[in-house]
């Protein structure tokens, strides 16, 4: 059997910019001998992506001579803007407007961000096609089981995840790009590449968004911003900004500032100072 042979009917292969959904793409490529018209490959930027996932999809695009699909979040009718390598935007405009037209912050109970900013700026684009139905591909693989056997959704398309029942893990991916000769420039530490996707996403554990805070003061300032902003917001709609305005129920990102500031190494050195739990906040 075939993992990799596209299924009947419109598909679109969802690329992140990740290592994972770009060998999910290798592999399908492989598969097909290329891709039909009716086969589509999206790469949704929020504008908080780091400067070398964006350099990544464009290395894929042309190695691998695939049309690459860049697609942006819009405020306004059609809520979707084509873009490339060059015009993509790297200041955060498509998250900070939809949290403008929100008028507050995406968190781990109201994920709205991945929603509005990928899945559904890429189903606007599909519609505004012709496209009534089709098979959504992502790069979930077999070692991800709380990715997996979620229930369908109640849209317009179907989830399909080869890499999962061709049972690939982070180490054939892993394997995988070692042989290449182009990589993902972000560092991948035990199969994890902390600083892909939104490089201060709240999914990301504390950990990571402190070392963000480290090592890149002036991108995880755009974070803390988010915060303030979304205050200001909820002031001026008569609201009490509360947890509204915070990415995290434990911490603001000013305070985690400050804490790296007072603590410095000790707090990355000593077991238990930062939470280490991905997929969003500790429950201690």
């Known amino acids: 059997m075939?993992?990799?042979?596209?299924?009947?009917?419109?598909v679109q292969i969802a690329f992140s910019g990740g290592r994972t959904s770009g060998y999910m793409l290798h592999q399908i490529l492989a598969a097909n001998g290329g891709l039909p018209e009716r086969a589509v490959v999206t790469f949704q930027n929020?504008?908080?992506?780091?400067?070398?996932?964006?350099?990544?999809?464009?290395?894929?695009?042309?190695?691998?001579?695939?049309?690459?699909?860049?697609?942006?979040?819009?405020?306004t009718a059609p809520f979707f803007e084509i873009v490339n390598h060059n015009s993509a935007d790297r200041t955060g405009a498509p998250f900070e407007a939809l949290i403008r037209k929100r008028k507050f912050l995406p968190n781990q109970q109201a994920r709205f961000c991945s929603t509005e900013l990928k899945v559904r700026t890429a189903k606007r684009w599909l519609r505004s096609l012709g496209w009534d139905r089709w098979t959504n591909c992502v790069g979930i693989r077999a070692d991800e089981p709380h990715r997996l056997n979620k229930p369908p959704p109640r849209d317009r398309w179907v989830v399909?995840?080869?890499?999962?029942?061709?049972?690939?893990?982070?180490?054939?991916?892993?394997?995988?790009?070692?042989?290449?000769?182009?990589?993902?420039?972000?560092?991948?530490?035990?199969?994890?590449?902390?600083?892909?996707?939104?490089?201060?996403?709240?999914?990301?554990?504390?950990?990571?968004?402190?070392?963000?805070?480290?090592?890149?003061?002036?991108?995880?300032?755009?974070?803390?911003?988010?915060?303030?902003?979304?205050?200001?917001?909820?002031?001026?709609?008569?609201?009490?900004?509360?947890?509204?305005?915070?990415?995290?129920?434990?911490?603001?990102?000013?305070?985690?500032?400050?804490?790296?500031a007072r603590q410095g190494d000790w707090a990355f050195e000593t077991e238990g100072a930062l939470c280490q739990a991905s997929e969003g906040d500790c429950t201690g």
């Open 2 to 10: 075939n993992h990799y042979a596209l299924p009947d009917g419109n």
């Open 46 to 75: 929020t504008g908080r992506e780091m400067p070398q996932t964006l350099d990544f999809v464009q290395e894929v695009g042309h190695r691998w001579g695939v049309r690459v699909t860049w697609l942006e979040y819009r405020a």
């Open 160 to 260: 399909w995840t080869p890499l999962a029942t061709a049972g690939v893990s982070r180490h054939d991916v892993a394997e995988f790009w070692r042989a290449q000769p182009f990589d993902l420039r972000l560092p991948n530490v035990r199969g994890n590449c902390w600083l892909g996707n939104c490089d201060g996403c709240f999914l990301k554990s504390e950990a990571h968004v402190a070392a963000l805070v480290r090592d890149f003061p002036d991108r995880a300032a755009w974070w803390e911003r988010m915060e303030a902003l979304a205050t200001e917001l909820s002031n001026a709609a008569g609201m009490t900004p509360g947890r509204g305005a915070w990415f995290s129920k434990r911490y603001t990102r000013a305070e985690l500032r400050e804490f790296i």
